[in-house]
């Protein structure tokens, strides 16, 4: 389902939320994340074949499945957040700015060591925020919910965090966590953001921008539009918030792609507030099954996003099969179950004449998408696809010789 906003009805996003996310914002994140190892871009394929096949001018992947080695886009948020809160502890106790070189140093490792951090996870999140608390030196305690895969816990545990289960979803998981940080005095480094909250999930959402700013820095020419998969939403504000402080007034439309079984952004557009959906069945898109939104994503999203498109459980899968075996001449790409739904949902419109019309989709189309993870479950990724992740990589791109499938 396709729905178009009005956007009159919404102010414009606080200048200093903005700000954050703009130029100076990604250096700053990018200074602090040069910290981490396998700090390396990630890939941006041109997908010249898919783009014929849809009718589209050219169409770009940014490929987050291997970014820092953790699977997923997330490892930019978390880790960053989470460095960020010990240096900042640092700065503040010594009284003297602690530089990111100063991270691994005795001094700082040693304030670290009396922190704990903490967040709610359907996977990635909790990676992320795990790992940049093992870099950092801090006690992480990571609560994930019953729809968490064990092999998903498994990973945030190996480095070394404590996972705590908690019973009902991903919204349920977010409530013990802070009610559990406010009686241990541990800090809650949360992608989402509520009445109160909100610095922390800015400075997560910060941490997206440098994924945009690579993808921008690499594109010939500037994108048309952006399909941005959206949980709570804060990967699709970031870099729409990005694309608007590089692009300005000839930015891309925005489009917000969700799962049909956890579309809180789409409902909170059709409704002109922000709207938390009914808790239902789950969905194979594990990693945006959120009700509720972001109240910082929401205030970015409801003025610049153009359009909201809800996924059925098919329409996710099937994109991963594409993606496993492209069109020819298009590399092989591993996207998780959540990693290809900005895609799908460019799929979506283009089926739709409405979608299509409203949002200008043509041979003139400059459209890049999003990657957000790899096979961070490849257990499922392999039932789901009938491939491993390893014979999807093995395969390489495929011949031009291969006839299109699409």
């Known amino acids: 389902m396709f729905f178009a906003p009005a956007h009159r009805q919404f102010e414009r996003p606080r200048p200093h939320v903005m700000q954050a996310l703009g130029q100076e914002g990604r250096a700053k994140a990018a200074a602090m994340l040069g910290a981490c190892p396998r700090n390396l871009p990630t890939p941006l394929h041109d997908m010249n074949g898919l783009a014929r096949a849809l009718g589209l001018g050219t169409l770009a992947v940014k490929d987050e499945g291997q970014r820092l080695g953790l699977g997923s886009f997330k490892a930019l948020g978390g880790a960053y957040a989470v460095m960020r809160l010990v ?221 909201y498109v809800t996924l059925e459980e098919d329409e996710a899968v099937a994109i991963m099969k594409r993606l496993a075996v492209p069109q020819a001449g298009d590399p092989a790409i591993v996207a998780g179950e959540s990693g290809g739904t900005g895609l799908a949902g460019l799929v979506a419109c283009l089926t739709d004449d409405g979608a299509r019309a409203a949002l200008d989709l043509g041979l003139q189309s400059r459209v890049l998408v999003f990657n957000s993870e790899g096979a961070t479950d490849p257990g499922l990724y392999a039932q789901l696809v009938g491939r491993t992740p390893e014979n999807v990589i093995a395969s390489g791109p495929v011949s031009p010789e291969r006839p299109d499938h699409g």
Not at 179 to 193: F, I, L, P, R, Y
Not at 259 to 272: I, Q, T, Y
Not at 282 to 304: F, K, N, Q
């Open 87 to 307: 240096l900042d502890e640092a700065s503040r106790q010594t009284k003297r700015r602690c530089p990111p070189a100063a991270l691994l140093s005795p001094e700082v490792k040693a304030f670290a060591a009396g922190m704990s951090v903490t967040c709610a996870t359907d996977g990635n999140h909790g990676r992320s925020v795990a790992a940049g608390a093992r870099i950092a030196g801090c006690r992480s305690v990571i609560f994930v919910h019953q729809g968490v895969s064990e092999e998903r816990a498994a990973a945030i545990a190996r480095y070394g965090a404590q996972v705590r289960r908690t019973t009902g979803s991903y919204d349920d998981s977010v409530r013990e966590a802070a009610e559990t940080a406010k009686s241990q005095g541990w800090t809650v480094v949360s992608d989402t953001s509520w009445e109160g909250y909100e610095h922390i999930p800015l400075t997560v959402m910060q941490g997206y921008t440098v994924m945009a700013g690579e993808a921008f820095d690499a594109l010939p020419e500037p994108p048309t539009h952006l399909f941005l998969q959206a949980g709570v939403g804060g990967m699709a504000a970031a870099v729409a918030a990005h694309a608007q402080a590089v692009y300005g007034a000839a930015m891309p439309k925005i489009v917000v792609v969700e799962p049909a079984r956890a579309a809180c952004l789409f409902a909170s557009a059709r409704a002109g507030r922000l709207t938390e959906v009914p808790h239902g069945e789950p969905t194979v898109m594990g990693m945006l099954e959120c009700y509720m939104p972001s109240a910082l994503a929401w205030e970015i999203l409801a003025p610049l996003a153009n359009g």
